[in-house]
């Protein structure tokens, strides 16, 4: 069975840093493409960033371009997002999703998702 | 990208059909059959229902269907029941050096 656990959230000050984690069960996290989506309190669901089975191709948000970092694991079957230069509107849950073995598949699987909610 | 464009809420009785718009452009999903569909309960996360504009993961009902007609892709819903009350939310593939690109989500109410 597919299982997708997510980590690491909480409540962080403005400018602060934050890594979320996703810890992959039921499948061979090296072939699939990974994703993390966002949705903040009562709003719609926004891809943050995907990145490809060996880490080597990453994809951003402009939103969130040059603060946050995507990163795997394989080994640890663990999907990071480091998330620094926190901002008010980064406040959302956070999920993890699974891809397929190509950047344009859909995403099958879904964590249950990790609130970070930023604010001082 | 901008963020595709859903009708903000839908509503159909038991039995009935409702179909759920999602329109793009033609750099999103005019351009590509990689239109997907989630379906999202309150509190809970979102699942696959419909992928490649028109498949059905395993376990979903055929009462889902999908389709797609230039720059515009539809979630049908047919014979509605109570459990398909929830947010659904269209996406599309926008290119191989971009994010897909989610639209607003559309509330299905079941009268």
């Known amino acids: 069975e597919v299982q997708l656990v997510e980590s690491g959230g909480g409540l962080i000050q403005p400018g602060g840093s934050l890594r979320l984690s996703c810890v992959a069960s039921?499948?061979?996290?090296?072939?699939?493409?990974m994703h993390w989506v966002r949705q903040a309190p009562g709003k719609g669901l926004v891809w943050v960033s995907r990145?490809?089975?060996?880490?080597?191709?990453?994809t951003y948000a402009d939103s969130v371009k040059g603060r946050f970092t995507i990163s795997r694991d394989n080994a640890k079957n663990t999907l990071y997002l480091q998330m620094s230069s926190l901002r008010a509107d980064d406040t959302a849950v956070y999920y993890c999703?699974?891809?397929?073995?190509?950047?344009?598949?859909?995403?099958?699987?879904w964590g249950q998702g990790t609130l970070v909610t930023v604010s001082s | 990208q901008s963020a595709l464009t859903q009708p903000p809420s839908a509503s159909g009785s038991p039995g009935q059909s409702v179909t759920i718009s999602c329109t793009g452009t033609?750099?999103?999903?005019?351009?590509?059959?990689?239109v997907s569909w989630y379906q999202q309960h309150p509190g809970k996360a979102p699942k696959l229902i419909i992928y490649?504009?028109?498949k059905r993961p395993s376990g979903v009902p055929d009462r889902f269907s999908g389709s797609k007609s230039g720059n515009t892709a539809s979630l049908t819903v047919s014979g509605l029941q109570a459990e398909d009350e929830a947010d659904y939310y269209c996406?599309?593939?926008?290119?191989?050096?971009?994010?897909?690109?989610f639209g607003g989500g559309t509330k299905l109410t079941v009268l």
């Open positions: 996406s599309s593939h926008a290119g191989r050096d971009n994010l897909g690109v």
């Open positions: 490649e504009v028109t």
């Open positions: 039921g499948f061979t996290l090296s072939d699939f493409w």
């Open positions: 990145v490809d089975g060996d880490g080597s191709t990453t």
């Open positions: 999703a699974r891809g397929g073995h190509y950047n344009w598949d859909a995403a099958g699987y």
């Open positions: 033609s750099s999103d999903v005019g351009n590509y059959n990689l």
